[in-house]
């Protein structure tokens, strides 16, 4: 039976020796029940006043409560804040909340708190690792804005077990058997399944309180609370009672702390649990066997330590240490050689060599280091070394280079001479890419191209070709050093990709003199004596100037061919030919009167063939053009053959056409 207080009304451990869930105010069928909703009808009116009667009374100065003294729990308040709990309503549970956690001994290894929110959804409003004092906690409940929607209490049930208890949202491990209490308060039925996922929670060490107010369907509440539900399952048949019903339930959730009212003898620390406890021990200690006594950790016996060079125990933690010669670096692990040449007081002429605990001075190549250990002195590497000269050798700083005699070339291994070299070049062709060429003489072009190299010695030693293609923009397809085959160059040549757009000659010319032939890009130096030819390509006006980079491609030394095929411009291609430039450029309307190219390629190239007219040239480089162009014009007249059988074809097709029309 109930027990009641002088007045009538249910004392605060009313429900303690009840089997059935305790439920706390009166019967709804009894007369009382009839009168007091009658009752209620009649001051609605005056509802407001009674409001701020009740807030006015709430906020008198109450007697200080008595905190619990238990061992530490996790506890998460699940509040129920759908559209049936109305403003006032949720203020009241706003004051159970608080009332509760005024009685716990909080902190960060005392009692943990968490609130979360839900209705249709569920809102963290903070989690157990967030705060850890009453202030700060109250605070943030009464910032709570309910959700007022719907009430998906399985769906609460659910995000307190997979995320507000978990220990990344400040949940203790189980192993420390730490007790995980949820308190779910709610009005209503649920609109979801709770049966299966409260079970789930249970079983995942969550204990729990199934709370219901007014509207509560009991079968809910049994369902979702822990054995047994005479302990677990509470029923306030108003949202006034849930006051009187905070006082109890602060009654079970403290109990006696064991390691306050007994001798535990635990040598650190204590921790209490419901009916027992456990000790613990400090940062960098282990408990020993007797489970009460602590020992240092020695860190470095396991060898998980990470020190590079030498760990050394402290207690209950370590450092590392690094051998003479060497510091440790910012991740206190691993250690850097000391450099003691950047104290920059070595004095070394050329470099200085760290070693442990001291450094040495080093020389450059072609040099050696003095008695004194600092400076040093060039060697001549042509008396010290075999060279391999042929001719003669010239040492410079550190290094050496041969060269021949006047009307020798020196070859590609860089040491024999010969009159000739077999022919060696380095190429570069220029072709336009524009949009005026049209896919199909571009590949008519391609095909130019690879007739040249069938026709050249190509090796790495021998003769290099290099290509660019130019539109609006310029492309090095391949520059001299990546091929060193003749397959291999006509095989890129063929995937190489027509452009289109416009006609940018000036700034292909610029690209040739500044990257195709450097060094960088495969060009032998000059000193080698390997002629280096550029040969243009293009069938429209350059739609930039040409005059500057045509100019400074001479004067480097590029003997330059300037080929014209259309609407080519024949003050352009003059500009771009080398001198004497009636021998260095041609124009035509098609491919057919290109032929001519191979006598006045002999004619003036030469000095024997142009009669002391022209600039008088090595025999090497005579003998080397006069071979290009010649081998050249015989691939120009075969280019020509193939394009008058293909605009015979294309006009007997036009033809046909015609003829059907």
């Not at 019967?27 to 009658?38: D, G, L």
């Not at 209503?188 to 204990?207: K, S, Y």
């Not at 429209?540 to 330059?560: L, P, T």
């Not at 014009?633 to 074809?649: F, G």
């Amino acid at each position: 039976m109930l027990r009641r207080d002088r007045e009538g009304r249910p004392s605060p451990g009313a429900c303690q020796h009840q089997e059935q869930p305790c439920t706390l105010g009166v019967s709804p069928s009894s007369p009382k029940a009839v009168w007091s909703r009658r009752a209620m009808m009649n001051l609605l009116p005056v509802a407001p006043l009674l409001l701020l009667l009740l807030t006015t009374l709430e906020a008198r100065p109450k007697p200080a409560a008595l905190k619990c003294r238990t061992g530490p729990m996790d506890i998460v308040f699940v509040i129920d804040s759908s559209r049936s709990v109305r403003p006032f309503e949720f203020e009241i549970m706003r004051q159970f909340m608080m009332d509760i956690i005024g009685s716990l001994d909080l902190g960060p290894n005392a009692t943990r708190v968490g609130v979360i929110q839900y209705s249709s959804q569920v809102q963290n409003i903070f989690s157990l690792k967030t705060f850890f004092t009453r202030v700060d906690m109250e605070n943030a409940i009464n910032s709570i804005v309910p959700l007022a929607q719907g009430t998906m209490t399985g769906l609460a049930i659910q995000y307190a077990m997979n995320v507000a208890f978990t220990t990344q949202e400040g949940a203790r491990p189980l192993h420390k058997k730490i007790p995980r209490i949820a308190i779910i308060v709610t009005d209503g039925r649920p609109q979801d399944r709770v049966t299966e996922v409260a079970t789930q929670a249970q079983n995942a060490g969550i204990e729990i309180y199934a709370v219901g107010i007014q509207r509560a369907d009991m079968n809910s509440l049994r369902a979702m609370a822990s054995p047994p539900l005479e302990e677990h399952v509470f029923l306030v048949e108003s949202f006034e009672l849930i006051q009187q019903f905070g006082k109890q339930f602060q009654d079970k959730l403290c109990a006696v702390d064991m390691c306050m009212d007994q001798e535990h003898g635990c040598q650190h620390s204590c921790v209490s649990t419901p009916g027992s406890f456990y000790c613990e021990c400090n940062p960098g200690y282990r408990l020993n066997v007797d489970a009460k006594t602590c020992s240092p950790i020695d860190a470095c016996a396991d060898g998980r330590h990470g020190c590079q060079h030498q760990c050394v125990s402290t207690r209950g933690s370590y450092s590392c240490r690094c051998r003479a010669g060497y510091y440790l670096n910012q991740d206190k692990k691993s250690c850097s050689m000391i450099d003691y040449c950047s104290f920059r007081n070595h004095s070394c002429q050329h470099e200085c060599v760290s070693i442990p605990n001291g450094h040495y001075c080093r020389c450059r190549s072609g040099f050696t280091l003095q008695p004194d250990s600092r400076s040093c002195r060039a060697t001549d590497l042509c008396n010290g070394v075999d060279h391999g000269c042929e001719f003669k050798c010239v040492s410079t700083e550190g290094s050496f280079y041969c060269v021949c005699p006047e009307g020798q070339h020196l070859q590609g291994d860089g040491k024999a001479c010969s009159k000739c070299g077999g022919g060696h070049i380095d190429l570069v062709m220029v072709i336009d890419g524009s949009k005026s060429v049209r896919p199909q003489n571009f590949e008519l072009v391609k095909q130019f191209v690879n007739r040249i190299v069938d026709l050249l010695e190509v090796s790495a030693h021998g003769t290099r070709v290099g290509l660019v293609q130019y539109s609006s923009r310029v492309r090095t397809e391949f520059p001299l050093n990546k091929y060193h085959s003749a397959d291999e160059i006509k095989k890129a040549v063929m995937e190489v990709e027509y452009m289109e757009k416009g006609t940018m000659t000036g700034l292909a010319l610029k690209h040739m003199v500044e990257h195709s032939f450097s060094e960088l890009e495969g060009a032998r130096p000059l000193s080698h004596n390997i002629p280096r030819i550029g040969l243009v390509f293009t069938d429209g006006r350059s739609q930039d100037d040409i005059s500057e980079w045509a100019r400074r491609a001479k004067e480097s030394g590029i003997v330059m061919f300037a080929v014209g095929v259309g609407k080519a411009v024949e003050e352009e291609l003059r500009a771009i030919a080398s001198e004497p430039v009636e021998q260095h450029f041609s124009y035509s309307a098609d491919f057919t009167t290109m032929t001519h190219l191979v006598e006045n390629f002999k004619l003036n190239i030469c000095p024997e063939e142009g009669k002391g007219e022209m600039e008088i040239r090595g025999l090497c480089e005579c003998e080397v053009l006069v071979q290009f162009q010649t081998n050249t014009v015989a691939i120009l007249r075969s280019l020509t053959e193939k394009l008058a059988q293909m605009t015979a074809r294309l006009e007997d097709l036009e033809k046909q056409i015609a003829d059907k029309k």
